[in-house]
T-cell receptor
Framework: ETGVTQTPRHLVMGMTNKKSLKCEQHLGHNAMYWYKQSAKKPLELMFVYSLEERVENNSVPSRFSPECPNSSHLFLHLHTLQPEDSALYLC????????????FGPGTRLTVT | KNQVEQSPQSLIILEGKNCTLQCNYTVSPFSNLRWYKQDTGRGPVSLTIMTFSENTKSNGRYTATLDADTKQSSLHITASQLSDSASYICVVSVGGNEKLTFGTGTRLTIIP
């Protein structure tokens, strides 16, 4: 295991639902990331947090709302999603946000119906 | 535009055989290149990280090469095992800000 956990591992939600994805890292890292992985597309960086401050937001729709209450936890709040948001959502952490090495969690497989 | 292209998109080989995966990039300036292995339903796990001055780096049966002049990298897998079945993702880091550019991956399937 990489030291990064994500829950839930699978999630099916309707377009009117509100749900949250959770990520926790046990590595003592200062930076955390959300990525979206769609079939046959490269990983897309969504958000970057460094020491609980958001340092990057890559034009992500407002229906995705991140929250980083401390350096070990990261959430992604979801509401009024679209079917095209169905994907694998990966969390990662690194020592700092310019660090070479990112450690990924197992991901949450999200299906929007 | 910074891009990373991988080939082939998918590959099927017999257990015990060798294979080579390719990665071409246009990222500039270059900082480092990594190969990740991603098992189905799991997150990517780093196999190797190569900087500008490194030509070859091995990690067990995995050997990565880097040609910074031609902007190409390869990942060679020796004596493949069923557990090598996974997607292999090439990731290049931009010098200065360390932003990552991801390839779409090669899906490798090892059959007995």
């Amino acid at each position: 295991e990489t030291g990064v956990t994500q829950t839930p591992r699978h999630l099916v939600m309707g377009m009117t639902n509100k749900k949250s994805l959770k990520c926790e890292q046990h590595l003592g890292h200062n930076a955390m990331y959300w990525y979206k992985q769609s079939a046959k597309k490269p990983l897309e960086l969504m958000f970057v947090y460094s020491l609980e401050e958001r340092v990057e937001n890559n034009s992500v729709p407002s229906r995705f709302s991140p929250e980083c209450p401390n350096s070990s936890h990261l959430f992604l709040h979801l509401h009024t999603l679209q079917p095209e948001d169905s994907a694998l959502y990966l969390c990662a952490s690194s020592q700092d946000h310019l660090s070479y090495e990112q450690y990924f969690g197992p991901g949450t497989r999200l299906t929007v119906t | 535009k910074n891009q990373v292209e991988q080939s082939p998109q998918s590959l099927i080989i017999l257990e015990g055989k060798n294979c080579t995966l390719q990665c071409n990039y246009t990222v500039s300036p270059f900082s480092n290149l990594r190969w990740y292995k991603q098992d189905t339903g799991r997150g990517p796990v780093s196999l190797t990280i190569m900087t500008f001055s490194e030509n070859t780096k091995s990690n067990g049966r995995y050997t990565a090469t880097l040609d910074a002049d031609t902007k190409q990298s390869s990942l060679h897998i020796t004596a493949s095992q069923l557990s090598d079945s996974a997607s292999y993702i090439c990731v290049v880091s931009v010098g200065g800000n360390e932003k990552l550019t991801f390839g779409t991956g090669t899906r490798l399937t090892i059959i007995p």
